[in-house]
């Protein structure tokens, strides 16, 4: 009869390797995980995330222990705000035995909104990244949202008799940050740049609103990115961006698109 209390395992992983590279980034992709998530009001809300969790790995270690990085989403109880992704992704580097290390959690989320007349509240959904980057014991965050909104062209406006074409867009900020921002903050503020917003349940009453709404404030692709470029100038917490907007045009067979980036402490120092 074998003993399981006499058998030793080989620890392959922890080896030493003889060809003295190290890897900057080792761990797993794609795995998807049930996690909750604070919101602005303190509550909780569960959705499912895909998770991508790397460390660095010096160049005398063979391998990394892959199985670590799941033991700690599996161990994770508490919701998850920016303030406790960051202890997250301090574990993972305390149980993987490295100083550097990344986590990016990608997840649907949810915004309960109301429409503008009629006051029917209905969900909007939006996609959201999460990344927390450990790099030798500096700690650097990074929240990344996809806001779709409405933009009417202004030359169409200018040059028809009646009517101008609008589109749906999608507008993508990513931003670096040195103190916590709430997603719904970030979302509004893209919001308001649009020349509308959007809803996920509305009555005509509502509908009529919005489409005069996007016919009062029309905005270029271009009038979008500059506008949220100069919020996010503007606010403090923000060390660095990227803005981006891709218009899926109802006139054409292509898209229009801008991109706005800035790192304010580069900046600074030009």
Not at 60 to 70: A, D, E, L, N, Y
Not at 104 to 130: C, E, R
Not at 209 to 216: G, H, L
């Amino acid at each position: 009869m074998r003993s399981s209390m006499t058998t030793t395992i080989a620890d392959v992983q922890n080896s030493h390797d003889s060809r003295n590279i190290a890897i900057d980034q080792v761990g797993i992709k794609a795995l998807r995980h049930p996690i909750a998530v604070l919101d602005r009001h303190g509550e909780r809300q569960n959705t499912i995330a895909t998770f991508d969790m790397f460390v660095f790995l010096p160049h005398h270690f063979k391998g990394t222990h892959m199985s670590r990085f799941v033991e700690i989403l599996n161990q994770q109880q508490q919701a998850l705000s920016m303030e406790t992704f960051e202890t997250m992704c301090r574990q993972m580097i305390a149980k993987l035995d490295a100083d550097s290390g990344l986590i990016q959690m990608h997840f649907p989320y949810f915004i309960n909104k109301v429409a503008p007349i009629s006051g029917v509240p209905s969900l909007m959904d939006y996609d959201i990244t999460w990344v927390a980057n450990i790099n030798e014991g500096r700690y650097q965050q990074t929240l990344k949202v996809l806001v779709p909104v409405t933009s009417l062209c202004p030359c169409s406006k200018k040059i028809a008799d009646y009517g101008a074409h609008n589109q749906r867009s999608h507008v993508t900020a990513t931003v670096s940050l040195n103190a916590p921002i709430w997603i719904e903050d970030l979302v509004a503020w893209i919001e308001q740049q649009a020349s509308c917003e959007l809803y996920g349940l509305l009555k005509r009453p509502d509908e009529k609103y919005v489409t005069e709404r996007a016919y009062d404030n029309p905005r270029f692709v271009e009038d979008m990115v500059r506008d949220i470029a100069a919020m996010f100038n503007n606010e403090a917490r923000i060390d660095s961006y990227v803005v981006e907007s891709e218009n899926f045009e109802s006139i054409h067979n292509h898209s229009a698109y801008a991109l706005v980036k800035k790192d304010k402490h580069r900046s600074c120092t030009q």
